[in-house]
């Protein structure tokens, strides 16, 4: 295994862009535009696939919003500041769901949800 892709279709691909490319900061790699299509490739530092059956996933819900709101696919961003950038994110259009919560590992921690309906978990070490 070489690379992890985790692909979204969006009804709004320039919303998109201003969240996760403008927003929030990663790199855009390639683009591919047709006169019926685009396509964008976002460097997002390293993958990880976190597997989580429906008792873990409950958990962290509570844990980061206090009830269980995310579907099947959540999306995590390790951060420098998860406060600011959820702010910065939150300022370009993204909702905020719920935090900053520090969590029993010492994370701060802040849910979002993306236009689409996507959730995104900012984390970062404690502050200070």
């Known amino acids: 295994m070489t690379e ?9 691909v320039d919303a998109a862009l201003a969240v ?3 927003a929030l ?3 855009q ?14 460097a997002a530092g390293r993958a990880t696939l ?5 008792g873990h996933a409950a958990e962290i819900d509570r ?6 709101v995310a579907g099947p696919v959540r999306v995590a961003f390790a951060v420098a ?16 769901v719920a935090g ?16 689409g309906g996507v959730q995104l978990t900012l984390f970062s070490g404690p502050p200070g």
């Open 81 to 96: 500041d998860s406060t600011a950038v959820a702010d910065r994110l939150v300022e370009a259009g993204v909702v905020r």
């Open 4 to 12: 992890l892709r985790l692909i979204l279709t969006v009804t709004d």
């Open 29 to 42: 790699l390639e683009a591919w535009e047709t006169d019926a299509s685009r396509g964008y490739l976002l």
């Open 63 to 68: 844990l980061e919003v206090g009830h269980r």
């Open 50 to 54: 976190e597997l989580a059956d429906e």
């Open 25 to 27: 900061g990663l790199e």
């Open 100 to 115: 900053p919560v520090e969590t029993p590992w010492g994370d701060v921690n802040v849910r979002l949800q993306v236009p």
């Open 20 to 22: 996760f490319r403008d």
